[in-house]
């Protein structure tokens, strides 16, 4: 067996989990807060109420889609994080007795 085959299995496991995560709970909180401080951008660049012209919309729209990838880079990298240490702990307790077993050869080669 390859070393850290299950962590890296597992990490695979943690960017789907994060996938779903994100699709359920962290598109529209992006979405809503990176509005929000596109609006407050925009209300500062062009004063408040912000009026419909098109350079404020834009602000407001990119700042929407700048919060949905940061959502989604949080939940990704978290989850894909957490599964990889997963796997290393799997992997850590699946080596030990393989390494007991090679210190037992050695010494009876002695």
């Known amino acids: 067996m390859k070393k850290r085959e299950t962590a890296r299995r597992m990490a695979f496991v943690g960017v789907g989990a ?6 359920l709970v962290g598109f529209l909180p ?3 807060l990176g509005g929000v401080m596109g609006l407050n ?6 004063g408040f109420p912000v009026h ?3 350079l404020p919309r834009l602000i407001v729209g990119l700042s929407m889609l700048a919060g949905i990838f940061v ?5 990704i990298a978290g989850s894909t994080s957490a599964g990889w240490l997963v796997g290393c702990a799997i992997d850590s307790l699946k080596m030990e007795p393989a390494l007991e077993a090679e210190v037992q050869a050695i ?3 002695k």
């Open 107 to 109: 010494r009876h080669r």
């Open 41 to 46: 951008i925009a209300g500062g660049l062009f």
């Open 18 to 23: 994060g996938f779903v995560l994100f699709a």
């Open 52 to 54: 419909s012209a098109l």
């Open 30 to 32: 992006g979405s809503l």
């Open 71 to 75: 959502s989604a880079a949080i939940f």
